[in-house]
């Protein structure tokens, strides 16, 4: 039975009812799956690289790989603040070195990894979506991928061409842009730009789905395909 491990931050964790209705990709990416897979999800709201090594979240995915399993990698929204030492890592520095050696440790333990560019933060001005939040990152992102063979899967890209197809107005709904006095966890209303809705998850989780099939093989084959639509 396949499992797919998860490293990454908030735009990926596991919410519950109180900070609803936030939602991380984690929690969505099942509907696009097979019967029988597993997602076991250890991506925490505010790690890096950095910090996710640190306080010893990766250690714990590495005991449970085996051999057949997949780590998918999504981090860059942390790692590029400054201000903070404890996340902050350079594009090509340290950020690189850190997704190495997590796809280095799926590697020695017959797995496989996924490297996923950091999703785009909904940023428009004048109605236009403004510059890449997270070049740098994507760019070393794409590099290590490139250099060390490991299969990507350009979510900043998709991500983007979403966002610019949608335009300002629509794009809102799949982030945690809420109104006054609908959520507990909200009471005061919220407009956030980074994390994600119900609908965003699910939306976006579909571009990564998207992603495995472009990548093929063994990726595709995670897939869920129209027969299983029967048991519904």
Same mark, same amino acid.
């Given at each position: 039975?396949?499992?797919?491990?998860?490293?990454?931050?908030?735009?990926?964790?596991?919410?519950?009812?109180?900070?609803?209705?936030?939602?991380?990709?984690?929690?969505?990416?099942?509907?696009? =799956?097979? $019967?029988?897979?597993? #997602?076991?999800?250890?991506?925490? %709201?505010?790690? +890096?690289?950095?910090?996710?090594? @640190?306080? /010893?979240?990766?250690?714990?995915?590495?005991?449970?790989?085996?051999?057949?399993?997949?780590?998918?990698?999504?981090?860059?929204?942390?790692?590029?603040?400054?201000?903070?030492?404890?996340?902050?890592?350079?594009?090509?520095?340290?950020?690189?070195?850190?997704?190495?050696?997590?796809?280095?440790?799926?590697?020695?333990?017959?797995?496989?990894?996924?490297?996923?560019?950091?999703?785009?933060?909904?940023?428009?001005?004048?109605?236009?979506?403004?510059?890449?939040?997270?070049?740098?990152?994507?760019?070393?992102?794409?590099? =290590?991928? $490139?250099?060390?063979? #490991?299969?990507?899967?350009?979510? %900043?890209?998709? +991500?983007?061409?979403?966002?610019? @197809?949608? /335009?300002?107005?629509?794009?809102?709904?799949?982030?945690?842009?809420?109104?006054?006095?609908?959520?507990?966890?909200?009471?005061?209303?919220?407009?956030?730009?980074?994390?994600?809705?119900?609908?965003?998850?699910?939306?976006?989780?579909?571009?990564?789905?998207?992603?495995?099939?472009?990548?093929?093989?063994?990726?595709?084959?995670?897939?869920?395909?129209?027969?299983?639509?029967?048991?519904?």
């Amino acid at each position: 039975m396949n499992v797919i491990y998860w490293a990454g931050d908030s735009t990926v964790q596991s919410n519950n009812i109180y900070t609803f209705p936030q939602t991380g990709l984690g929690q969505e990416l099942g509907r696009y =799956l097979k $019967l029988g897979i597993i #997602i076991d999800n250890h991506a925490k %709201n505010g790690r +890096s690289t950095k910090s996710f090594l @640190d306080e /010893g979240r990766f250690g714990k995915i590495v005991d449970g790989l085996s051999r057949g399993d997949f780590l998918f990698i999504q981090f860059g929204h942390n790692d590029e603040k400054k201000e903070d030492p404890s996340r902050y890592t350079e594009p090509f520095g340290e950020y690189y070195r850190n997704l190495k050696f997590m796809a280095d440790a799926a590697f020695s333990k017959g797995a496989h990894p996924v490297l996923i560019t950091p999703l785009e933060r909904r940023k428009f001005e004048d109605g236009r979506l403004c510059s890449e939040a997270h070049a740098e990152y994507v760019k070393a992102m794409k590099k =290590l991928a $490139l250099d060390e063979g #490991i299969p990507l899967i350009d979510l %900043n890209a998709k +991500s983007r061409r979403a966002l610019e @197809d949608a /335009g300002d107005v629509k794009s809102r709904q799949w982030y945690v842009h809420v109104p006054a006095g609908v959520y507990e966890a909200f009471p005061d209303g919220k407009e956030d730009d980074t994390h994600l809705s119900l609908m965003g998850a699910v939306f976006y989780s579909g571009l990564i789905a998207e992603g495995l099939r472009e990548l093929g093989g063994i990726y595709a084959e995670l897939l869920a395909d129209d027969a299983e639509a029967e048991h519904i």
